[in-house]
Nanobody
């Protein structure tokens, strides 16, 4: 059974940083398509970044280099380092996973597995 557990969210002032973690079980970060998306109240989910089927990092252009994805395959954990946070970044952040073969099929928020999310609140 696939389980994804996010952590690291919280409240931070604008300009601050947070590092989110997604601990995976039932899948291996080394050969599973994984990524991050977020959803603010009343808004559509928004893809952020993923590792594609070739292991490359694919970022949404709107992030402007402020977010960095990484993973530790030994710990089976995906990370999202977020810098220069803005009030518009306030949202619930989710990690998601999908079979490697279908990495390019659809947005991250439609992946087969997702965690419960971790809340990020940025105050200006």
């Amino acid at each position: 059974q696939v389980q994804l557990v996010e952590s690291g969210g919280g409240s931070v002032q604008a300009g601050g940083s947070l590092r989110l973690a997604c601990a995976a079980s039932g899948v291996s970060t080394s050969d599973t398509c994984m990524g991050w998306f977020r959803q603010a109240p009343g808004q559509e989910p928004e893809d952020l970044v993923k590792y594609d089927g070739h292991g490359r990092k694919v970022y949404d252009a709107s992030l402007k280099g402020r977010f960095t994805v990484s993973k530790d395959n030994a710990k089976n954990t995906l990370y999202l380092q977020m810098n220069s946070l803005e009030s518009e970044d306030t949202a619930m952040y989710y990690c998601a996973a999908r079979n490697w073969d279908f990495c390019s099929s659809g947005p991250i928020y439609e992946y087969d597995h997702r965690g419960q999310g971790t809340q990020v609140t940025v105050s200006s």
